[in-house]
């Protein structure tokens, strides 16, 4: 403190105006807040990846639950397994998502 006062006047100023200027205070918080707005972005897009395959997930067993209880057709061909209609009607639904 004593070399601080022995300084020329507008030199103890401008040591006192710097301390007390926020020039650099938007630079610090922009590079606080940018990640945490960057990591928010990507969690509303992953959120939403997630919840488009859980969609055409459940849509999927949907589907095949749809098929498999469906009753056998009489006059088709002799592969009417409901497996493997429920199967097919799966992978149908998934290919189509």
Not at 3 to 11: G, K, S, T, V, Y
Not at 49 to 61: C, K, L
């Amino acid at each position: 403190m004593g070399d601080a006062m022995n300084l020329p006047p507008n030199r103890c100023t401008e040591f006192r105006a710097l301390g007390q200027s926020d020039w650099g205070a938007e630079i610090a918080e922009t590079a606080i807040v940018m990640p945490l707005l960057f990591m928010f972005l990507l969690a509303i897009f992953w959120f939403g990846q997630a919840f488009h395959i859980y969609g055409a997930i459940t849509h999927a067993a949907r589907q095949g639950a749809r098929a498999a209880v469906a009753p056998p057709c009489a006059t088709c061909s002799s592969s009417n397994d409901p497996s493997a209609n429920a199967w097919a009607a799966i992978q149908t639904a998934m290919q189509a998502a």
